[in-house]
């Protein structure tokens, strides 16, 4: 069975920092493109970073730029997501897929993150 699992969200004062994993099973990690997207309350699905399949080409949303770190570890079929300097805008659940469509690929569950102020 295709899955991936999020962990690591959790509650963060503003400037803090978290950092997201997502393992993956049942499928090949190492040749897959991978996303993050998050929605917060009462929003849409958002875009947050690509990272393809070897790491080495990697995109961001102009709002979290400069502040979040995406990586991927093949042999561990793992992937990351370091957020520094969070802001309350960031609170959201956050997914990692396999696409950026919500109705193709493999989508975790999610995994909540609260920035208070």
């Known amino acids: 069975e295709e899955q991936l699992v999020e962990s690591g969200g959790g509650m963060v004062d503003s400037g803090g920092s978290l950092t997201l994993s997502c393992a993956a099973s049942g499928f090949n990690f190492a040749q897959s493109w991978m996303y993050w997207l998050r929605q917060a309350p009462g929003k849409g699905l958002e875009w947050v970073s690509t990272i393809n399949r070897s790491g080495g080409s990697i995109d961001y949303a102009d709002s979290v730029k400069g502040r979040f770190t995406v990586s991927k570890d093949n042999a561990e079929n793992t992937l990351y997501l370091q957020m520094n300097s969070l802001k309350t805008e960031d609170s959201a659940v956050y997914y990692c897929?396999?696409?950026?469509?919500?109705?193709?690929?493999?989508w975790g569950q999610g995994t909540q993150v609260t920035v208070s102020s």
């Open positions: 897929a396999t696409s950026p469509r919500r109705d193709r690929g493999v």
